[in-house]
């Protein structure tokens, strides 16, 4: 399964407590894949180390790195056409929306409200709650 993580559900998942670990193990064991693009990288980049570190930023660089190599499930997908999706606050959303189309991700992790304008544009990618993804496919792939 791909999914697109939103970076205020990424961020979480490196927190010391964080609220959804089923989706760190998920990740760590293979279970499901990261799709991600070169904008949303940047975004990871500037949010962790304006609200942690740089440190900490190298820390979840690694992880992602170490993750590709061992299990091939954090993948780029820079997409070649933008679809414009998410009206309100374009340019921070769309680029997760334009990446999961691209990767056909199945989901978007996100608690942000405005990508309910995905569920009824016809693409694959949902929006799901953190907790609604782990109750509703994770806990199913166990």
């Not at 964080?18 to 894949?33: H, Q």
Request: glycine share 4%; charged share 25%.
């Amino acid at each position: 399964m791909i999914v697109c993580i939103d970076t205020n559900v990424l961020v979480q998942l490196f927190g010391a407590k964080s609220p959804y670990p089923e989706i760190k193990a998920a990740l760590a064991g293979g279970r499901i894949t990261l799709a991600v693009s070169t904008d949303i990288l940047l975004e990871y980049e500037e949010v962790i180390i304006r609200l942690s570190s740089a440190y900490r930023w190298q820390t979840v660089s690694v992880w992602l790195d170490s993750l590709s190599a061992l299990h091939r499930n954090v993948r780029r997908h820079d997409p070649p056409f933008r679809f414009r999706v998410i009206t309100s606050d374009p340019d921070d959303n769309n680029k997760f929306v334009d990446c999961a189309i691209a990767a056909e991700a199945g989901f978007i992790p996100t608690e942000d409200a405005d990508f309910a304008a995905l569920r009824a544009a016809g693409y694959k990618p949902q929006p799901s709650t953190p907790s609604e993804f782990i109750s509703r496919h994770l806990a199913q792939s166990d």
